[in-house]
T-cell receptor, first 115, second 110 residues
Framework: EPEVTQTPSHQVTQMGQEVILRCVPISNHLYFYWYRQILGQKVEFLVS????????KSEIFDDQFSVERPDGSNFTLKIRSTKLEDSAMYFC?????????????FGDGTRLSIL | DAKTTQPPSMDCAEGRAANLPCNHSTISGNEYVYWYRQIHSQGPQYIIH???NNETNEMASLIITEDRKSSTLILPHATLRDTAVYYCIVDEDSSYKLIFGSGTRLLVRP
């Protein structure tokens, strides 16, 4: 069964450094998403992306965050200057068509640890 | 905030059916109900979704009341591997985002 893959599984970065989290969505999917989950807390929506544009973003997704689909397969989340509070699990998801009635399929996440 | 209300925890015996309830009394006519689960810190796993009719797939059944104000996820023969946090989510106004609540922590007992 097709799946969303995320790399790396664990990323350790010094505070203030830039980090790029990578995702390969399911191949025929058109909508892409990033979520995060701080340890012990709820899964939170960050951003959705379609047709090379951000469709929707949350208040968490401020100027230090950016997303990109650099080629036909990868979808990336960049955090420009990491903070301690960025430590979390980051999940990528994709869906086949527009969101109404279409499930999002999630990867197993990247654990980001900021030191 | 999430538009759904779920019990914080439930348990059931291995091999028995697990029935997980969800209230979504403010759901609108074109909003779907989705169920996901999360095992440990893995990514949320899609289980099933529906609009008005009951749905069944290889993982579970979804029963939606006629007024659509509540639903029940049924795992017909729970196994130890079904121990997880189960999330009931309403896709608000077909928004691009899923709003996760705290879910129901299901413990399947041997």
């Amino acid at each position: 069964e097709p799946e969303v893959t995320q790399t790396p599984s664990h990323q350790v970065t010094q505070m203030g450094q830039e980090v790029i989290l990578r995702c390969v969505p399911i191949s025929n999917h058109l909508y892409f998403y990033w979520y995060r989950q701080i340890l012990g807390q709820k899964v939170e929506f960050l951003v959705s992306f379609y047709n090379n544009e951000i469709s929707e973003k949350s208040e968490i997704f401020d100027d230090q965050f950016s997303v990109e689909r650099p080629d036909g397969s990868n979808f990336t989340l960049k955090i420009r200057s990491t903070k301690l509070e960025d430590s979390a699990m980051y999940f990528c998801a994709s869906s086949e068509e527009s969101p109404a009635g279409q499930p999002q399929h999630f990867g197993d996440g990247t654990r980001l640890s900021i030191l | 905030d999430a538009k759904t209300t779920q019990p914080p925890s439930m348990d059931c015996a291995e091999g028995r059916a697990a029935n997980l309830p969800c209230n979504h009394s403010t759901i609108s006519g074109n909003e779907y109900v989705y169920w996901y689960r999360q095992i440990h810190s893995q990514g949320p796993q899609y289980i099933i979704h529906g609009l008005k009719n009951n749905e069944t797939n290889e993982m579970a059944s979804l029963i939606i009341t006629e007024d659509r104000k509540s639903s029940t996820l049924i795992l017909p023969h729970a196994t130890l591997r079904d121990t997880a946090v189960y999330y009931c989510i309403v896709d608000e106004d077909s928004s691009y985002k899923l709003i996760f609540g705290s879910g129901t922590r299901l413990l399947v007992r041997p």
